[in-house]
């Protein structure tokens, strides 16, 4: 089976930009996390999806959002970045409760 | 909230050693996650736990309800294991929402 997939693996924006993050699971598994990564905060929960609904969400502003699709794909989106949001954000599937496996991640950098 | 602790944050040891990485957490939970990171951000999931012990290869993770504490234990360590040990915790099964620790920085010398 194909791991979980992130695009795109880099990612360069300004401030006050927005970004879309992609995320497409491990064939079959219907439930999707976001995660972000800092050196100062390591790894957040931001929010998680389970047949296209929003089942979990972290402690995030409003500015983060996402979405699933009825094939599982995710998507998360930015708008108006800060400086601070510059981070590795990782996604993980998961065959509900069982183990979750990590895509490679997409690091963003805000300038 | 749950709040996570990890020990050490920092550990350097010789191959061959015998490496135990504590977790501890304040709330109770269904399930514990112990996660391998590699230099360049890629993330393993190495063992879930809900109770007792499971065991890969060389590496044994063990989970005490009560205490409200999990080891992680590498046996033979090997300068391939050197990576960021993460725990975290959640509430229910799969993702929904979990709380990591800030990660111990295994560093094996050959």
């Given at each position: 089976?194909?791991?979980?997939?992130?695009?795109?693996?880099?990612?360069?924006?300004?401030?006050?930009?927005?970004?879309?993050?992609?995320?497409?699971?491990?064939?079959?598994?219907?439930?999707?996390?976001?995660?972000?990564?800092?050196?100062?905060?390591?790894?957040q929960?931001?929010?998680?999806?389970?047949?296209?609904?929003?089942?979990?969400k972290?402690?995030?502003?409003?500015?983060f959002?996402?979405?699933?699709?009825?094939?599982?794909?995710?998507?998360?989106?930015?708008?108006?970045?800060e400086?601070?949001?510059?981070?590795?954000?990782?996604?993980?599937?998961?065959?509900?409760?069982?183990?979750?496996?990590?895509?490679?991640?997409?690091?963003?950098?805000?300038? | 909230?749950?709040?996570?602790?990890?020990?050490?944050?920092?550990?350097?040891?010789?191959?061959?050693?015998?490496?135990?990485?504590?977790?501890?957490?304040?709330?109770?939970?269904?399930?514990?996650?112990?996660?391998?990171?590699?230099?360049?951000?890629?993330?393993?999931?190495?063992?879930?736990?809900?109770?007792?012990?499971?065991?890969?290869?060389?590496?044994?993770?063990?989970?005490?309800?009560?205490?409200?504490?999990?080891?992680?234990?590498?046996?033979?360590?090997?300068?391939?294991?050197?990576?960021?040990?993460?725990?975290?915790?959640?509430?229910?099964?799969?993702?929904?929402?979990?709380?990591?620790?800030?990660?111990?920085?295994?560093?094996?010398?050959?």
């Amino acid at each position: 089976k194909a791991g979980v997939t992130q695009t795109p693996r880099y990612l360069i924006k300004t401030r006050g930009q927005q970004v879309t993050l992609s995320c497409s699971p491990i064939s079959g598994h219907r439930s999707v996390s976001w995660y972000q990564q800092t050196p100062g905060q390591g790894l957040q929960f931001l929010f998680e999806y389970f047949s296209e609904t929003q089942r979990n969400k972290g402690n995030f502003p409003g500015r983060f959002s996402g979405r699933q699709f009825s094939n599982s794909r995710s998507e998360m989106n930015v708008s108006t970045l800060e400086l601070g949001d510059s981070a590795l954000y990782l996604c993980a599937s998961s065959a509900v409760p069982e183990t979750q496996y990590f895509g490679p991640g997409t690091r963003l950098l805000v300038l | 909230k749950n709040e996570v602790e990890q020990s050490p944050q920092n550990l350097t040891a010789q191959e061959g050693e015998f490496i135990t990485i504590n977790c501890s957490y304040s709330v109770g939970i269904s399930a514990l996650h112990w996660l391998q990171q590699h230099p360049g951000g890629g993330i393993v999931s190495l063992f879930m736990l809900s109770s007792g012990k499971k065991k890969h290869g060389r590496l044994i993770a063990t989970i005490n309800i009560q205490e409200k504490h999990s080891s992680l234990h590498i046996t033979a360590s090997h300068p391939r294991d050197s990576a960021v040990y993460i725990c975290a915790v959640g509430m229910g099964g799969g993702a929904d929402g979990l709380t990591f620790g800030k990660g111990t920085h295994l560093i094996i010398q050959p």
